[in-house]
């Protein structure tokens, strides 16, 4: 990784319950699994959308 700046990206909660959830998100991600998260972070790194909620059932 020589040469390369590494992504800052703000610190993420890792769970919340349902009732402090934000009311609105730009991006809502259903799935928190490895392509609900890369989408996440996809979404942050390549076009700056940081208001993104990833919801998953079995946490």
């Known amino acids: 990784m020589a040469g390369r700046s590494l992504l800052?990206?703000?610190a993420w909660p890792?769970?919340?319950a349902a009732s402090s959830l934000p009311q609105e998100a730009r991006?809502?991600?259903c799935g928190?699994?490895?392509v609900g998260c890369s989408v996440?972070?996809?979404l942050?790194?390549?076009f700056g959308v940081?208001?993104?909620v990833v919801l998953?059932?079995?946490v």
Request: proline content about 4%.
């Open 8 to 10: 800052r990206l703000p």
């Open 14 to 16: 890792s769970c919340r």
């Open 27 to 29: 991006v809502v991600v």
């Open 32 to 34: 928190g699994g490895v």
């Open 40 to 42: 996440a972070y996809h």
């Open 44 to 46: 942050a790194r390549d």
């Open 50 to 52: 940081t208001d993104v």
């Open 56 to 58: 998953e059932k079995d």
